[in-house]
Nanobody
Framework: QVHLVESGGDLVQAGDSLRLSCAASGRTLSTHVMAWFRQAPGKERDFVAAISWSDGSTYHVDSVKGRFTISRDNAQNTIWLQMNSLKPEDTAVYYC??????????????????????????WGRGTQVTVLS
């Protein structure tokens, strides 16, 4: 079992930055893929970025490339989402997720893991990010 706890959400102005964190505990995570999703009011939960726990390889959706960066700290069992140049449309609850699939498999069937939250094994409870215009 993997336990995920997000933090760092806040109410900010457009153009501001935030860094979200996800503290992971439980079974070994060395072969897991970790990810951030977000869910805006009235919308489905959407994939944002993923990272390989083992070697730090990353993948970001086009809508956040250049603004958001996912990273990890193995010693602290924590992943981060650095969000810069925030926009009102970034307003959402941000969730941390983990999958037991390895990075190689994730890359082969990436469309499945990016297109649906059903492929992910573990979830945190989310942290609210609100960006005012």
């Amino acid at each position: 079992q993997v336990h995920l706890v997000e933090s760092g959400g806040d109410l900010v102005q457009a153009g501001d930055s935030l860094r979200l964190s996800c503290a992971a505990s439980g079974r070994t995570l060395s072969t897991h893929v970790m990810a951030w999703f977000r869910q805006a009011p009235g919308k489905e939960r959407d994939f944002v970025a993923a990272i390989s726990w083992s070697d730090g390889s990353t993948y970001h959706v086009d809508s956040v490339k250049g603004r958001f960066t996912i990273s990890r700290d193995n010693a602290q069992n924590t992943i981060w989402l650095q969000m810069n140049s925030l926009k009102p449309e970034d307003t959402a609850v941000y969730y941390c997720a983990a999958s037991q699939v390895g990075w190689d498999i994730f890359n082969i069937v990436r469309h499945q893991y990016v297109g649906s939250d059903q492929e992910w094994d573990y979830w945190g409870r989310g942290t609210q990010v609100t960006v005012l215009s």
